[in-house]
């Protein structure tokens, strides 16, 4: 099926710092959300867009939906050591009618 | 439970046996879907439910993967002749309902499955 491209694949920070990351599509979305994967556990629901431009928090995550619906940004600031794991992009189009996920970017915060 | 339960949580079995996953939905969901993640990797869609509707089984990489989902809820997959390359985590999640893009998936955390 489609995959999502994510990027980086990986990130490598000092705790403290603040973190970008992005997915891109060829196709238009209409939703696009944003998972957290710890190490031995299921995906979890970070974030939810269903608007293009819409910009969403949840607490130090801050998600936005872009503005040509083939692109969404994640950022965390101020690193903290529990933000480890992987995170994934996950988007609904209109032709469609299932998510298509992206490839994931593993976060390591250095303490 | 309030989450998506899975289980067994690790299997572990030689090469050429049959193993069965099991997932138990959030209650109400009506949607269901079966991904892999391979280590390292991202998720691969396997296979969907939605009610009563016939499943979507395109994304099962050969025949000897099903799944079947009894009552609307419960569902196995099922791997026949396991091969080391079906190694991999298996994730279940569901939804309240299928192909509504504002009704995320929420997942369970899946059967680490390993072959010798």
């Known amino acids: 099926g489609q995959q999502l491209n994510q990027s980086p694949q990986s990130m490598f920070i000092q705790e403290g710092e603040d973190v970008s990351m992005n997915c891109t599509s060829s196709?238009?979305?209409?939703?696009w959300l944003w998972y957290k994967q710890e190490p031995g556990e299921g995906p979890v629901l970070l974030i939810a867009?269903?608007?293009?431009?819409e910009l969403t928090s949840n607490g130090r995550l801050t998600a936005q939906f872009g503005i040509t619906r083939k692109d969404s940004f994640l950022n965390i600031s101020a690193s903290i050591p529990s933000d480890v794991g992987i995170y994934f992009c996950?988007?609904?189009?209109?032709?469609?009618?299932?998510?298509?996920f992206g490839t994931g970017t593993s976060l390591t915060v250095i303490p | 439970g309030a989450g998506v339960s899975q289980s067994p949580s690790n299997k572990v079995t030689e090469k050429g046996k049959d193993v069965e996953l099991r997932c138990d939905p959030i209650?109400?969901?009506?949607?269901l879907y079966w991904y892999r993640q391979s280590l390292g990797q991202g998720l691969e869609f396997l296979i969907y439910?939605?009610?009563?509707?016939?499943?979507?089984k395109s994304g099962l990489p050969s025949d000897r993967f099903s799944a079947e989902r009894t009552g609307g809820s419960v569902s196995t997959l099922t791997i026949q002749r396991t091969q080391q390359e079906d190694s991999a985590v298996y994730l279940c999640?569901?939804?309240?309902?299928?192909?509504?893009?504002?009704?995320?998936?929420?997942f369970g955390d899946g059967t680490r499955l390993s072959i010798l």
């Open positions: 196709s238009i979305f209409n939703t």
């Open positions: 209650s109400g969901h009506t949607a």
């Open positions: 999640a569901s939804s309240l309902v299928w192909g509504g893009s504002n009704q995320p998936q929420h």
């Open positions: 867009l269903y608007k293009a431009g």
């Open positions: 996950a988007g609904h189009s209109n032709t469609g009618n299932q998510f298509y």
């Open positions: 439910f939605q009610g009563n509707s016939a499943p979507d």
